[in-house]
């Protein structure tokens, strides 16, 4: 059973990130939240220093609770630039030129992709002031700036534009991730509207650990190529993911083990225990030699915490090995939980965002399983071979950490592979064996020779046969489930369950296994009823995407799709495939725009004329050849391929409830639209603007 007592950091920790979420939504200045944490404080302060009756207890402890929010809140809202006076958004000039510093290492695409940190601004009638922000930049190379590297400032007279939201129902939100690292507009710049003016004026122990990163890049590159292998090595040592390829990203997804491929506590644990391992070999016992290994230890992990990037699981690691480390060196034992807590707190003091970043989420629900369930598991099976009890343990982490990561994964994911336990034996021990050689390999290589190039041969050998293991468990059967699908309250509801479990476990409660049955029955009930909303569910999708048409014809279960012949599959999964997991519909026909007379049991449709059940639907490009006599009425009339007419004309060949024109038109033909709307009092819906649309159709038409 946990003693909360002595776990006061994680109860400390709740309301703050809770202030931090309520800034996040809310996204609101109270004018008078300063004061009222100012006197918050001095009623805890006061509070705590009176002795009052143990029934008044729970006073101070709301006290606590409320100041913490609102600090929570504070620092969730002041961390926000926009709400800077000095930010881009806030002196809006499309006409500026500005002063950008690069903030990361650029990656070379058909672009150079980075993050910028706006220095200052300049209007054609001004001088140059004081300007923040962060942008993410889109730089068509220019021959004398190449090298583009950390530090460089640069001048931008590029238009500078807010990151777009979601362009389609339930698709990924850029925006929001983007927002989460604090960068709210980005940037495309041809060569001649940037030069770069300076260089190596950024911050130089972060410029140091950058230049050794990508020296280290370059030598993995030199020795292991532009294979498979080497993608693997620059992203398990140094957390490189860039050249990682389709094909083996998917893979490590589908076997769940991606978690590898991202340096987390995982690659800080080993670098610390082989820390530990080599200090250890030395028997000096000097006055300071404590003092020292402690010292060795944390720049150690902080060094190698730079080299890889400083990604929030990193950061989440080094901090909470930080702990660790110092709590061996004053000789005092430290709760796991609490350990857990601090470091949280203190990256979201640093980094209020950070809450809403997956990898931070899913790092420290994963270590949170593991500390909470993992011995749990282990002690289901005892077994005397040292080998099979080996296997076992990885087995038992592995299980104990899906415990707290799955509704979280299936939310974000959409999938849940079933393998992990498998990949698990293959990559744990992999990863600490490319490690060690990693290592090694780096400090050969700055040798050079023979030796550099068989640790080399050594390290792409075992990287070979990671992947090969990571391929073959990805073909076995049932190797993962696709398209599951769960909201923010399904995700919530299995955290629920999870936590009054495990708390009814560890209390040994006499009704568990009641309360066990009914969260059972209650899952069931939300499954059925998500069920039967899916059942009655009939309606049309228009999907945006530039130069393509895209709809969706939905009847409960079942889909029927429109789409044009030359859509790529990347290009429609992205923009449509995680509302078609919600909607649960299996594709039925798939019909291109242009095809003559296709019958299904949803209705027919030829050239751009459908009939769904009893609603009529048109994809119109042309208008007719000849006028009808009256009007043909029509659900939903979508304009697409730049059709040659006026809006004017419409009214003369159909009568439709819905009118809307997708991203296949060019951005002229719309606009032209849009006026001749606003004129005839019509409502068109420019999907390329305003996103993908859900009409909801009735069963009964006639409704």
Not at 1 to 29: E, H, K, Y
Not at 362 to 384: E, K, N, P, T
Not at 604 to 623: E, K, M, T
Request: proline share 3%.
């Amino acid at each position: 059973m946990i003693n909360w007592r002595a776990l006061p950091f994680v109860r400390l920790f709740f309301p703050f990130a809770g202030g931090i979420a309520a800034a996040w939504w809310l996204d609101t200045s109270w004018w008078g939240l300063p004061a009222l944490s100012a006197l918050l404080l001095l009623l805890t302060v006061w509070w705590g220093t009176r002795r009052w009756a143990y029934r008044w207890r729970w006073c101070y402890g709301l006290l606590l609770f409320l100041l913490l929010f609102t600090l929570g809140y504070q620092r969730g809202y002041q961390y926000d630039e926009r709400h800077r006076v000095d930010h881009l958004q806030q002196q809006w000039n499309p006409e500026q030129v500005l002063l950008v510093q690069v903030e990361e290492t650029p990656r070379i695409r058909r672009t150079l992709q980075c993050r910028g940190r706006v220095l200052a601004r300049r209007s054609s009638e001004s001088d140059w002031q004081a300007c923040s922000g962060q942008l993410l930049l889109y730089l068509v190379p220019r021959a004398e700036a190449s090298d583009l590297r950390y530090g460089d400032q640069i001048l931008l007279r590029a238009p500078v534009r807010a990151i777009p939201a979601a362009r389609n129902p339930e698709a990924f939100d850029y925006r929001a991730f983007q927002r989460s690292r604090n960068v709210h507009h980005q940037c495309y710049a041809p060569s001649e509207q940037w030069e770069r003016v300076a260089r190596d004026r950024g911050h130089r122990g972060l410029a140091l650990a950058l230049g050794l990163r990508q020296q280290l890049l370059t030598q993995l590159e030199r020795y292991l190529g532009t294979t498979e292998e080497a993608a693997v090595a620059a992203a398990l040592l140094l957390g490189e993911r860039g050249e990682l390829g389709r094909e083996l990203k998917s893979a490590y997804a589908n076997t769940g083990a991606t978690h590898v491929l991202a340096v987390s506590g995982l690659h800080v644990g080993f670098i610390y225990l082989g820390l530990a391992t080599l200090l250890g070999l030395l028997r000096w016992s000097g006055p300071g030699w404590r003092g020292l290994r402690t010292l060795l230890l944390l720049l150690g992990v902080w060094a190698f915490a730079l080299v890889t990037g400083a990604s929030p699981s990193v950061l989440r690691a080094a901090t909470m090995f930080s702990f660790i480390i110092l709590g061996r060196a004053l000789s005092r034992p430290t709760n796991i939980y609490n350990t857990l807590a601090i470091s949280a707190s203190l990256l979201l003091l640093y980094d209020p965002y950070l809450l809403f970043e997956v990898g931070f989420q899913l790092s420290y629900l994963a270590v949170l399983g593991i500390v909470s369930f993992q011995g749990w598991i282990y002690r289901w099976w005892i077994i005397d071979h040292p080998v099979g009890d080996y296997l076992w343990q990885l087995s038992s982490v592995s299980l104990a950490a899906q415990l707290t990561t799955v509704p979280l994964c299936v939310y974000y994911f959409h999938q849940f592979p079933l393998y992990f336990w498998l990949s698990g034996l293959v990559v744990v021990p992999a990863a600490m064996g490319v490690l060690g050689l990693g290592v090694l390999f780096f400090v050969a290589s700055g040798i050079g020779g023979s030796i550099a190039a068989g640790v080399a041969q050594l390290l792409y050998g075992l990287l070979w046969l990671m992947n090969a293991a990571i391929y073959a468990i990805e073909q076995l059967p049932l190797a993962v489930i696709r398209g599951l699908w769960i909201g923010k309250g399904g995700m919530a509801l299995l955290y629920l369950a999870t936590l009054l479990l495990t708390y009814l476990f560890w209390r040994e409660h006499r009704w568990r296994w009641r309360t066990t049955v009914a969260l059972v029955w209650l899952l069931l009930l939300v499954v059925v009823g998500q069920s039967k909303w899916r059942s009655g569910q009939r309606q049309v999708v228009v999907y945006a995407l530039r130069q393509h048409t895209l709809v969706d014809l939905v009847d409960g279960f079942a889909r029927w799709r429109i789409a044009s012949s030359d859509l790529e599959e990347a290009d429609e999964d992205f923009a449509a495939q995680n509302y078609r997991w919600k909607l649960g519909a299996t594709e039925r026909a798939s019909v291109a725009v242009g095809e003559r007379d296709r019958t299904t049991e949803f209705g027919w449709y030829h050239r751009g004329y459908g009939q769904f059940y009893a609603h009529r639907l048109v994809l119109l490009d042309r208008l007719p050849e000849q006028r009808p006599e009256r009007p043909l009425p029509v659900e939903v009339l979508l304009l697409r391929g730049n059709a040659r007419l006026r809006l004017a004309e419409l009214r003369d060949y159909f009568e439709f409830r819905h009118l809307l024109a997708d991203g296949s038109n060019r951005a002229r033909t719309l606009a032209r639209w849009r006026a001749e709307a606003e004129t005839l009092g019509l409502a068109l819906i420019d999907v390329s603007r305003r996103g993908g649309q859900i009409i909801h159709l009735a069963q009964n038409p006639s409704q």
